[in-house]
């Protein structure tokens, strides 16, 4: 099975998938590349089935299709007209755009849509927390990201979030925030980081599980 692999100081052989169902191994430097070979041929009855699962979940850019935004489920309707716009009418998202065969376009206008009406949803989870993390958050901003569910720069004090989770519940995306407003307290996943995490959010686990089912 092809992947894609990154030789690290590890002890461990792991294996993920992305968003697209690519195969990617992260492997300590010392393991020979036929060992590795091994590994992912053991797990190929796992990695079919979550690449079966990826790829149905996926969202397709077709008037018709269904469309989730957190815990919402809405009907894209695709308009050939000479703009570019989003907007929700009920539950039909209507997108008009200059060319309706340009997948990436119109899924970068639905993400940046996303992106706006997520901004009560981010504050409100920031104004939840604020008195455990005492530091001000500059900038939440959202991204395609391959490897992570989020990132924080801490000494700008800047978090930023897959787009992938606009498909998700909208406690995974509360769940993945706060993982990154702890980071702005504590740098590293040390004992304390997850202690601070933990009092926030008792159940961080089972959600992390929805996250990533």
Known sequence: MKYILTKKRIKNII????????????APIWVNNDVIDRFVDSKKEWIESRQNIIKNNLPKYASGEKIVFFDNVYILNIILCNKNKVDLNNDILNVYTKDNT????????????????????????????SNAISRKVETVKFRNMTSRWGSCNVKNATITLNTILFRKPIICLEYVLLHELVHLVYANHSRDFYNLLESLMPNWREIKFILES
């Open 102 to 129: 340009n997948v990436k376009k119109i899924e970068s206008m639905i993400n940046h849509y996303f992106t706006s009406l997520s901004n009560d949803y981010i504050n409100s989870i920031i104004i939840k927390y």
């Open 15 to 26: 294996l993920r998938l992305d968003k697209n169902g690519n195969i990617k191994v992260s």
